[in-house]
């Protein structure tokens, strides 16, 4: 296997790669119902299709040398009241950081939330948020990520 991999923007023609990476993501953080990972792919497709085509999705994926996603992740950029540290009417949120399992453990999680971060920085964003799984939490960690005093309520 060469370690010779790309990261590149996703395109509207990358949807079933992204799907994929979404759904298995959350089988690998113990979502194991198969109603409730086809109704997430479900709800989640039209919202990353048009996401991908209207520029609020953005994805990044890694290829190996022949070419095969292996590695992704995603942003979704979406409308948000301004605050005093941040006056800007929008927010970055980072998403769907996945890499396939025999492709773990070279970076590429990392060169993707890189890019990730590059890109929002060079696009005037003063922060970045995400939701961290067991899994992931000591790479954001890495980069800088701090945990926030964000509060939740589950309705269900």
Not at 98 to 127: H, K, M, S
Request: hydrophobic share 40%; aromatic share 10%; glycine share 10%.
């Amino acid at each position: 296997m060469s370690d010779d991999f790309r990261i590149r923007a996703a395109t509207p023609a990358d949807l079933e790669v992204i799907l994929h990476h979404r759904r298995a993501m959350f089988e690998d953080m113990g979502y194991r119902d198969p109603a409730a990972l086809a109704a997430t792919r479900s709800s989640s497709e039209p919202f990353i299709r048009q996401g991908l085509a209207e520029g609020f999705y953005r994805g990044w994926l890694a290829q190996d040398g022949a070419g095969q996603v292996v590695a992704g992740g995603g942003l979704v950029i979406h409308p948000w009241l301004g605050h005093p540290a941040s006056p800007q009417p929008r927010r970055a949120y980072i998403l769907n950081i996945y890499t396939e399992p025999e492709y773990r453990r070279r970076g590429l999680a990392r060169r993707i939330l890189q890019a990730i971060v590059d890109w929002c920085r060079a696009e005037g964003f003063a922060g970045v948020a995400l939701h961290a799984s067991n899994q992931g939490r000591a790479l954001y960690e890495a980069l800088g990520f701090t945990a926030t005093n964000e509060m939740r309520l589950d309705l269900k």
